[in-house]
């Protein structure tokens, strides 16, 4: 029976897509010279997704513990959650239209990789949109007021915590798969282009 590789489904790529990963092992990548420009920003990159996500989602567990909300709260949210869905975006529209045709040119063994990393970004797309949507929605009820959170305000922070709750796995499965095809794939290639990946 075939792998399920629909983003939520799967727990890591199909075996035969991490050639370049057994040859490149996740714990060897940082500090590698062969990084350096490209792949550091790569992975600066997905670091500050999973830290923004894991801030935003600690937020809103403070949120539901406490029951009370401060002036800042709801800026605050405002503030991280555009932040994480701007950088999704930009990040995502530089590797679709520019690095990951050039990546499946120079290693065509990898293009499936790349059709499953494509068509994870049409499913996070999907996502940052209802994210986007539920933050608005969201945030408009539990408004600026400062002290014990209503009944609706209890609600809106829910609604949002269940929004934050089930996109988070989605994104950290989807960055760990990237990583998984393309820092390995900058490492093998670097060896010939020092400038590859640029």
Do not use: C
Not at 156 to 166: C, I, P, S
């Amino acid at each position: 029976m075939d792998q399920d590789i629909t983003l939520g489904s799967r727990t890591g790529l199909p075996e035969d897509l991490l050639f370049l990963t057994r040859k490149h092992p996740r714990g060897t990548w940082r500090g590698q010279s062969a990084l350096a420009g490209t792949g550091e920003i790569w992975l600066g990159n997905h670091d500050y997704f999973r830290a923004i996500t894991a801030k935003i989602a600690d937020q809103l567990t403070r949120l539901r513990e406490d029951g009370e909300t401060t002036y800042d709260s709801a800026p605050a949210l405002r503030r991280h959650i555009g932040s994480l869905l701007g950088s999704l975006d930009g990040h995502h529209r530089i590797e679709d239209h520019h690095y990951f045709p050039a990546f499946q040119r120079v290693e065509p063994r990898l293009v499936r990789g790349f059709e499953i990393l494509d068509a994870d970004h049409h499913l996070i797309h999907d996502a940052i949109d209802e994210l986007a949507a539920v933050t608005q929605a969201s945030l408009r009820r539990l408004g600026q007021a400062e002290g014990v959170m209503t009944g609706d305000q209890k609600y809106a922070v829910d609604d949002l915590a269940a929004t934050v709750d089930r996109i988070a796995p989605l994104l950290r499965q989807h960055l760990a798969d990237e990583e998984d095809i393309v820092i390995p794939l900058i490492l093998e290639r670097a060896k010939a282009d020092p400038e590859f990946g640029a």
